[in-house]
């Protein structure tokens, strides 16, 4: 059990490090942005992490320990398994005296340590350390990935030829153990997409993580055709075709956590490109309280959930997280007492109590098709995974205004968009009015590494072509510089600077005077216009609002939002 804040109180407002209101902005910055009451005092820079981290030992009676300064035992590290370390936030980093060295976050954990002592059935030594010190000592588990890969990978690339031509049992198990490898490293760096690219002289392996590419390793070209023949096999793909594009999916398992491999490979002029996207059972912990909207936008979409019928639309560019806040809003929805129904293309994630449909056009199941068939199945809430046309449109429509909640999804390029474009979809403007509730616009935006985050001093003079006076002022008044944050780049974050990424969000809520400008067919700009006046705050305006907080940079939101 960590410290309760009665013991925050006693150890930082009576030690004088901080006064009371100072500690229950930092509790509420906490609530708000996620992570633990020491990695809020060390990013608003209230407290330094020296001095949090001797002060919170202190406080849990045990001793310190900083893993960027100890050398960790990689054998002691293999007896917690990766996905336990970094959920209960422990490392087993050495033995000393007999004893196993077991470093947490929180000390007072004495389930898990009880646990831990049955498991290894010897002596442990308990240690604090910081939230930023633990996040470094983690990077053991993927550097050995990393090393294993890189090691398998360069074997593989002597002996590639070898492996091309004898076909043996050991150079196919060679080839399925760093297929293995490959998607093993995906998976502990977080990535989404793998994209396995044949060039003319070799085997490009590169991730999305956090939504940029990253090249990471190179193969001998002599592989690509055994690469891919697995990747078929394990999808029941077709081995024999070369030059069709073909979709196929399959489950892996890492470190016991299941995750779904969405397969797409397409022929290119050096041969078939292979794009994996990876599908953890991480990604269905997501709430609408973790993806980052504010709390007067939150209500909004939970009244809007709350209501009978009517329809939700999550709206932006294809990666923007738009069937993610939808799937959010179902765990909302997600009761004993309603039937659910989604049509989707493709089902991401299997969610218990749902009735989900995979769209199939070979067998003429469209989201057309599927949603008539859906409200014939007698349901309460039905998703629509993209609307994209105007018979999917059309039926979404009629659907909300007959008793149904709907909820879908538009590529739109904000909130207010999604209205003209319904009625360019041939809906009627009235229907739209009355059967619309709340729309939501959304972008990903990089979240800053809280290993390695730093302040530094943000010229916004550069900024006043692409960002409103209006905007500037309210969050910075006149400066031209003001403090803002980056990360300097860390084992953690690969240097980059970023770990994870956040949403941004427009949420307009249709009132009795939009509906009117729906219904006089207005466009795009006096719908925005009149959305601000009742209180929207826009995509960029919610970035803004997010960099002030320091858990992103000015450059990213423009980045994704210019």
Not at 449 to 460: F, H
Request: aromatic content about 6%.
């Amino acid at each position: 059990m960590s410290l309760s804040a009665q013991e925050l109180s006693a150890l930082l407002v009576d030690s004088g490090f901080l006064t009371a209101e100072q500690l229950q902005a930092a509790l509420n910055d906490t609530e708000t942005n996620g992570g633990s009451i020491e990695e809020t005092l060390i990013r608003t820079e209230r407290m330094t992490d020296d001095e949090v981290s001797r002060l919170f030992a202190d406080a849990y009676g045990v001793k310190l320990v900083d893993l960027r300064k100890t050398e960790i035992d990689p054998e002691a590290v293999k007896g917690i398994a990766e996905i336990v370390a970094k959920k209960q936030q422990v490392i087993s980093y050495g033995w000393k005296n007999g004893k196993r060295q077991l470093a947490l976050v929180d000390p007072r954990n004495v389930e898990l340590i009880s646990l831990l002592q049955k498991k290894f059935g010897e002596e442990l030594e308990i240690a604090y350390t910081s939230p930023a010190s633990l996040n470094e000592g983690l990077t053991v588990y993927s550097s050995d990935t990393h090393r294993a890969v890189g090691e398998l990978a360069e074997k593989l690339q002597k002996q590639g030829e070898a492996a091309v031509s004898r076909q043996g049992s050991a150079a196919q198990g060679l080839l399925i153990q760093m297929v293995q490898n490959i998607l093993e490293y995906g998976y502990d760096n977080n990535a989404s997409d793998i994209h396995i690219e044949p060039h003319e002289k070799q085997l490009l392996v590169r991730y999305r993580i956090d939504g940029v590419l990253h090249d990471v390793f190179h193969l001998s070209k002599a592989l690509h055709e055994l690469v891919v023949a697995r990747i078929k096999i394990l999808s029941n793909l077709r081995t024999d075709e070369h030059f069709a594009a073909q979709d196929g999916k399959f489950r892996a398992f890492f470190s016991g956590v299941k995750t779904d491999i969405r397969v797409s490979i397409l022929p290119i002029v050096e041969g078939e490109k292979i794009v994996l996207r990876l599908l953890s059972e991480r990604g269905r912990t997501f709430t609408l309280e973790s993806l980052g909207f504010a709390n007067r936008d939150l209500e909004k979409v939970k009244a809007a959930a709350e209501k009978p019928y009517g329809m939700i639309l999550s709206t932006g560019p294809t990666g923007s997280g738009k069937t993610t806040s939808m799937y959010a809003v179902l765990k909302i929805l997600n009761q004993r007492d309603v039937n659910i129904a989604t049509i989707e293309d493709p089902v991401e994630y299997d969610i218990d109590g749902v009735n989900q449909i995979q769209v199939n056009n070979r067998t003429n199941l469209t989201f057309a098709a599927g949603l008539r068939s859906i409200v014939r199945q007698d349901p309460d809430i039905i998703m629509v995974g993209e609307i994209r046309d105007a018979e999917t449109a059309n039926i979404s429509v009629n659907a909300a205004m007959t008793g149904h909640l709907v909820l879908s999804t538009l590529h739109t390029n904000d909130a207010a968009t999604a209205l003209p474009r319904l009625v360019d979809m041939e809906v009627e403007p009235f229907l739209i009015a009355s059967s619309v509730n709340v729309i939501i616009a959304q972008r990903l935006v990089r979240h800053i590494c809280k290993s390695c985050i730093t302040s530094q001093d943000l010229d916004l003079t550069s900024y006043k072509r692409s960002i409103p006076a209006p905007l500037l002022e309210k969050y910075f008044g006149a400066k031209e510089s003001v403090k803002g944050f980056y990360g300097k780049g860390c084992k953690v974050c690969h240097q980059s600077g970023f770990v994870g990424r956040l949403g941004i969000f427009e949420v307009l809520e249709v009132s009795d005077k939009i509906r009117e400008l729906i219904t006089a067919r207005a466009n795009a700009a006096e719908i925005t216009k009149v959305a601000i006046a009742e209180g929207m705050t826009t995509m960029l305006e919610d970035g803004i609002r997010k960099v002030t907080e320091g858990v992103t940079t000015l450059e990213e939101i423009m980045r994704v939002v210019r």
